[in-house]
């Protein structure tokens, strides 16, 4: 960038095939971002100069990236390595799914996936899945879309970008969740809390969940909770210090107890609360509350 150019906020939507791209293309046009679609990485530099001219500057970029465009994994590492000498620091948001959403989703609109080539649908899947591991291993934030609807994960995308200002402030998610269910793929931070007694062995908290004041009560007064949440307080503290100072914007906490009803929803709010404490910017979710 030169003294005649501004810096744009950049964010860089990637992904699986089928997982929701478009959906979070337009969420960010309708917030005001200057989307762009399928640009080859290689273009990316080029992009972020034409939106950085003071006369016609654009503030917020988006740009969407996908196996369409050839050399996907290098290009596209070479491309965000070439902003960040530039001086401008793009956000990478990864929209993920699974296999069977996946399927489902090319099968109810009768198109191909782009690898497929003469091979089957899964094959397709699994040489895109090979070709964006290293892409999603870096990404700022993973997205799992498996069991959202476009409704959901435009909300979703609200939440992050509604009130973003391009700060690098880090924001956190607080994800409950059971573990018969599995685990959350997007997470990036797993807490079990099965360590601590089950309130759905209380007939009268069996019927209730975490965000009721008696199965919150039951759960903190249990013997180590309490020592649980203050411990894991300053592990977090740590981590959310660490995670700033190496410019991660996003972070997903997920706790887990076995069915995602009492205990981890109960901790989950409890470790929010901490969260906000320190001034990071928090959303809750509670994955499977319901599901029963």
């Known amino acids: 960038m ?19 791209r478009s959906t979070a293309a337009k969420a960010l046009e309708d ?10 990485p290689g273009l990316l530099a080029t992009m972020a100069d034409l939106g950085g001219r003071v006369k016609d500057a654009v503030p917020r ?7 369409r465009s050839r050399a996907f994994t290098d290009d596209l590492h070479s491309s965000i390595e070439e902003l960040e000498a530039r001086g401008v620091h793009p956000r990478v948001v990864f929209l993920e799914a699974s296999d069977a959403a996946l399927v489902r989703r090319f099968e109810s609109v ?3 996936h782009p690898l497929q080539g003469d091979g089957t649908l899964t094959e397709g899947i699994g040489r895109e899945r090979q070709l964006v591991r290293e892409v999603r291993a870096e990404a700022d934030l993973v997205l799992d879309t498996s069991d959202l609807n476009v409704h959901q994960l435009r909300a979703k995308i609200v939440g992050f970008f509604g009130n973003d200002t391009g700060e690098s402030r880090l924001r956190a998610t607080v994800l409950s969740f059971g573990y018969k269910y599995g685990l959350p793929v997007d997470a990036d931070l797993v807490v ?17 969940t975490g965000r009721d004041a008696p199965v919150r ?5 249990q013997r180590g909770a309490k020592e ?17 100072r190496e410019g991660k914007h996003y972070v997903t906490l997920a706790v887990g107890c076995t069915g995602g009803k009492h205990r981890s929803v109960a901790m989950a709010e409890q470790l929010a609360s901490r969260l906000r404490d320190e001034g990071i910017e928090v959303q809750v979710a509670h994955r499977d509350l319901g599901r029963e």
């Not at 079990?192 to 209730?208: A, M």
């Not at 649980?228 to 700033?244: N, P, Q, S």
């Open 192 to 208: 079990d809390c099965r360590f601590l007694p089950n309130p759905h062995w209380v007939p009268e908290l069996r019927p209730k």
């Open 61 to 67: 970029i988006a740009v969407v990236v996908d196996v």
């Open 110 to 112: 009768r198109r191909p």
């Open 31 to 40: 917030l005001d971002w200057f989307v762009v679609d399928n640009l080859p």
């Open 228 to 244: 649980f949440l203050d411990a894991y307080t300053e592990v977090l503290r740590l981590l959310t210090d660490g995670y700033e």
């Open 2 to 20: 030169t003294a005649e150019t501004k810096v744009p906020d950049i964010v860089i939507v990637t992904g699986m095939s089928g997982a929701g």
């Open 217 to 221: 009560d039951y759960v903190l007064a």
